[in-house]
């Protein structure tokens, strides 16, 4: 056992010290807040630097007075098509609107000039406008006052609450489970294909340079196949930690900069219930809040720790077999399917069928068998699972673990030692079957 | 002494060795000859106990080899390498713990073969930013940092540039005389004949010849002679071949076919004065290459 832990500390050390575990730990968490501070800039600037384009209107009409945005202005100084296609190629005007005469009942043959191709946004502005103005002609011809229509107007929504066992209540969100199931499945499939593969390049590196030769006789292939998937993972769980707590920090830091609020600042405000009724923003807030409430962190950050380490070591082993099938990084590409398929068959089915509807029988079958579990399970575990479920899939998981490291520290002990042949997938169940 | 007794081993239809017998003295070094794919790698595993043998034994001081035994040997594979991205330290106390030395120990060692080698600058360096032959410096230490009792080593000398080379037969030569038994397996046959106090030829699995250097040489019957002559009295006869001729004398080398070496002194003599007269025994290469060829057209 004292050393396996040797090579655990080895195989964690060597990672960690190295120079690019901490660029890359650093620069990752970077990016994140990075990145929405430059949209959010730049969305800052173009506001403010954008200058007002005034559209000329030729209205043949006379029904349509366009009202000015922030964005567009509109003027009516000429009196027909010619005029002001000359204004917008002499630069005064940025575009010309022509309506023509027409049936109300069947608008048809308007047209926008530009020197450029206008956008879809300003495309989309001008026929909104134009949609509200001709409908409001239309309810005045009915006799309909379009305030009234206004008035009408309701907005209606359903809070879903679901009942417990003993009959709490608890409010919950679609959205607010989508984005949990959507991010620790995410978080979970690229843990297991960043960290499965250095933990082949590391077995293929041991494998090239024969110092495996040397480790093997003095340990157990196990022991040392087991030693190196665990001090990976670690070196894994050690980055993951390092980026919770720099993309928490960092994000507020760029947040509150900006000048938008987080969580917690709502939280606090929340706690004033003056505020809440101050502003009505903040009512919505309070109902995510409660959703969030609602939620039992506790028991999902155990299953999520749970699934994030049961799928790192159900597929670590596998791709500790492949590295010790092949020679060379180059090889591996042909066993990879084996591991690539069923993960990615979790991760579509996380989008696919997880999320949509989290309680069909292919969502379940989905987190209960072990090679799709880690991922798929996350995504139904914040919508509630029930218990013997969940016990099922953890059981199945850690049942799956025990599989593919048998099977992997069968192709592992005899693929170490195989050298320049590159072995088919006929050749390697032989090393499964053979005893010694 | 370590001693294997009636190995076997197979690998499917594959025979790698077949009732492989072999005692190696203590305090020798011991060659392990054979051409590539006649299983001295598999008996090196074995030893290693990297691989289990079908049957047979493996005996190091009177004891079978298990777990804690194998702490007593020190291995150094044909195709070398450490871990590249490591430091000289960091690697060489690993594989000083790894064989079951103690933190402080390790350390101990380490210091030692560093200021040994005059390496101890090297320390912080990693093993990607070394010359070759340094790293096979490293490489030798991380073998024999635990002091082994056996040590094994497979073409130790590939790819060692000369000045390299010296140093580590000297290093070799000096475990010897620290008591340490060492199996050198190569087919590189002038270090065996260098080095080498006794050897066993390993072909097709089985072995097919061992003893020590001179008592394998002396079995096989020298086929030619090596004759000076001065005051060449006439014509010499066509399969004789002149290696060097000086004023007045020249160095031959005489095919004995079938003759004894007394009778053909005796023609010798009718051509001048003999000014010398001795046997060339094979060179060990030769045996390798003529056992090899008899064992595989048998």
Known sequence: MHKVFLVIQREYLARVKKKSFLVATLLTPLIFPAIMAVFVWIAVEEKENQSLRVIEVVDETGLFFMESSDQYAFSSSVENLEEAKALVNSGERYGALYIPKMELSAPQGIQFYGLENPSTSLIGYLEGALKRKIEDQKLYAKGIDPKVLKDIRTEVTVQALTLGDAGEETVTDATVNYALGFLSGILIYLFIFIYGNQIMQGVIEEKSTRIVEILVSSLKPFQLMMGKIVGVGAVGLTQFLIWVLLVGTLSSLVMGVLGMQMPQQQAMEMANPELIEATPDTEELGAILQVIDGIDFVSLVAAFVFYFLGGYLLYGALFAAVGAAVDAPSDAQQFMLPITIPLLVGYMGLFVFVLQDPSSSTSFWLSIIPLTSPIAMMGRISYGVPFWELALSMCLLVLGFFGTTWLAAKIYRIGILMHGTKPSYKTIWKWVKSTN | ?298
């Open chain 2, 1 to 298: 002494m370590l001693e294997i007794r009636q190995l076997n081993k197979t690998y499917g239809s594959h025979r790698a060795l077949t009732d492989l017998n072999l005692v190696i003295p203590e305090a020798g070094i011991f060659g392990l000859l054979g051409p590539n794919g006649a299983g001295k790698t598999t008996l090196i595993r074995i030893i290693n106990q990297i691989i289990e043998q079908d049957s047979g034994e493996v005996i190091l001081d009177g004891q079978q080899l298990s777990g804690d035994v194998i702490r007593k040997i020190g291995y150094l594979p044909e195709e070398r390498g450490l871990y590249k991205k490591m430091g000289v330290w960091d690697q060489l106390i690993y594989f000083s713990r790894i064989k079951g030395l103690t933190a402080s120990e390790a350390k101990q060692r380490v210091t030692y073969w560093l200021e040994k080698f005059e390496i101890s600058s090297w320390k912080n360096k990693k093993i990607e930013d070394l010359s070759k032959g340094m790293a096979q410096k490293i490489q030798f230490i991380a073998t024999v940092i635990h002091s082994p009792r056996v040590l094994i080593l497979d073409e130790p000398f590939s790819g060692f540039d000369p000045v390299n080379a010296a140093m580590l037969k000297n290093e070799i030569l000096e475990l010897k005389k620290g008591g340490t038994t060492i199996l050198l397996s190569t087919h590189r046959m002038e270090s065996v004949e260098l080095l080498c106090d006794q050897v066993a030829m390993i072909h097709k699995s089985k072995k097919i010849l061992d003893g020590s250097i001179r008592e394998i040489k002396s079995r096989f019957r020298p086929l030619e002679i090596h004759a000076s002559l001065s005051q060449l009295s006439q014509e010499l006869p066509a399969a004789w071949k002149i290696e060097a001729s000086e004023e007045g004398k020249v160095d031959l080398l005489l095919p004995l076919e079938g003759q004894s070496p007394n009778q053909l002194l005796r023609e010798l003599m009718n051509f001048g004065e003999v000014i010398s007269f001795q046997e060339r025994f094979p060179s060990m290469e030769e045996i390798f290459i003529q056992q090899v060829n008899a064992s595989g057209h048998a």
